[in-house]
C-alpha cells in the first residue's frame, strides 16, 4: 500500500511539475505578443497582461510570482518600453508607481526585476538619465543651465550641479567648458560617449 501510494504521489507531482511549466510557457507567449504590440496603442495589451497576471496567481497565489525570466531580470521589451517612458518623460517627475504601472507588477517586484536589469534602483537610473541628457543638451545647445536643467527634471540649477558633479567629478559650468573646446577628446566620464549621445543606455538585458 506504501508503493502505491508513492507512486500515486509521484505521478502527482509530476504532473503539478509539467503543469507549472505549461503555465510558465503561455506566460513568455502572453508577454512576447505584449511585446510585439510594444509601438502600437492597442486594447488587447491590457488583455494580454491581465491574462498573464492571472496566470501567474495560478501559479503562486501567495506570492508574486512575477519572474520575468529565469534570473528575475525584466524582457527585452519591458526594457524598451520602461527606457521609452523615462525618456519621454524626462522633463517630469517619474515615480515608481508609474513605472510599474506599465506591467501591472507590485511596486516590490518591479524594484527587484529592475535592479537586476539595470544595475541601480529606479530612482538612480532616472537621475543619471537625467544627468546624461543634461549633458547632450550642454553640448548641442546654447541653453542656460537653468534652462537645461527644468529641460531635464531637476529643480533647479542647483539641483542639476549637485547631480551632475557626483556623475562627472566637475561643475556643469566647468565640463561644459572644456568639452566644448575639445569635443569627446578627454571624456573620461562617458556621459557623452556611451550613454548620452547613445540611443539607449547601457543595459544588462534578461531577453
Known amino acids: 500500500m506504501e508503493v502505491h501510494f508513492g507512486e500515486i504521489l509521484a505521478v502527482s507531482n509530476l504532473g503539478a511539475a509539467r503543469s507549472r511549466e505549461w503555465m510558465h510557457r503561455?506566460?513568455?507567449?502572453?508577454?512576447?505578443?505584449?511585446?510585439?504590440?510594444?509601438?502600437?496603442?492597442?486594447?488587447?495589451?491590457?488583455?494580454?497582461?491581465?491574462?498573464?497576471?492571472?496566470?501567474?496567481?495560478?501559479?503562486?497565489?501567495?506570492?508574486?510570482?512575477?519572474?520575468?525570466?529565469?534570473?528575475?531580470?525584466?524582457?527585452?521589451?519591458?526594457?524598451?518600453?520602461?527606457?521609452?517612458?523615462?525618456?519621454?518623460?524626462?522633463?517630469?517627475?517619474?515615480?515608481?508607481?508609474?513605472?510599474?504601472?506599465?506591467?501591472?507588477?507590485?511596486?516590490?517586484?518591479?524594484?527587484?526585476?529592475?535592479?537586476?536589469?539595470?544595475?541601480?534602483?529606479?530612482?538612480?537610473?532616472?537621475?543619471?538619465?537625467?544627468v546624461e541628457f543634461a549633458a547632450q543638451y550642454m553640448l548641442t545647445t546654447d541653453a542656460s543651465l537653468s534652462d537645461i536643467a527644468l529641460r531635464c527634471g531637476f529643480s533647479d540649477q542647483a539641483h542639476l550641479c549637485k547631480h551632475f558633479r557626483q556623475a562627472a567629478g566637475q561643475t556643469p559650468a566647468a565640463w561644459r567648458r572644456a568639452h566644448r573646446a575639445h569635443p569627446l577628446a578627454h571624456d573620461r566620464t562617458g556621459l557623452t560617449q556611451s550613454r548620452a549621445f547613445s540611443p539607449e543606455p547601457l543595459l544588462r538585458t534578461g531577453s
Do not use: N
Not at 46 to 57: D, K, N, W
Not at 95 to 111: G, I, P, Q, T
Open 26 to 130: 503561455v506566460i513568455t507567449l502572453l508577454e512576447a505578443a505584449v511585446g510585439q504590440l510594444h509601438d502600437q496603442e492597442h486594447s488587447a495589451q491590457g488583455t494580454l497582461l491581465e491574462a498573464a497576471t492571472l496566470l501567474r496567481q495560478q501559479i503562486d497565489p501567495s506570492g508574486d510570482g512575477e519572474v520575468p525570466d529565469e534570473r528575475g531580470c525584466m524582457l527585452a521589451w519591458q526594457v524598451r518600453k520602461v527606457r521609452d517612458y523615462i525618456d519621454s518623460h524626462i522633463a517630469e517627475p517619474v515615480f515608481v508607481a508609474d513605472l510599474c504601472a506599465l506591467f501591472e507588477r507590485s511596486e516590490a517586484h518591479f524594484s527587484r526585476s529592475f535592479k537586476r536589469t539595470f544595475g541601480e534602483s529606479p530612482h538612480s537610473f532616472v537621475v543619471r538619465r537625467r
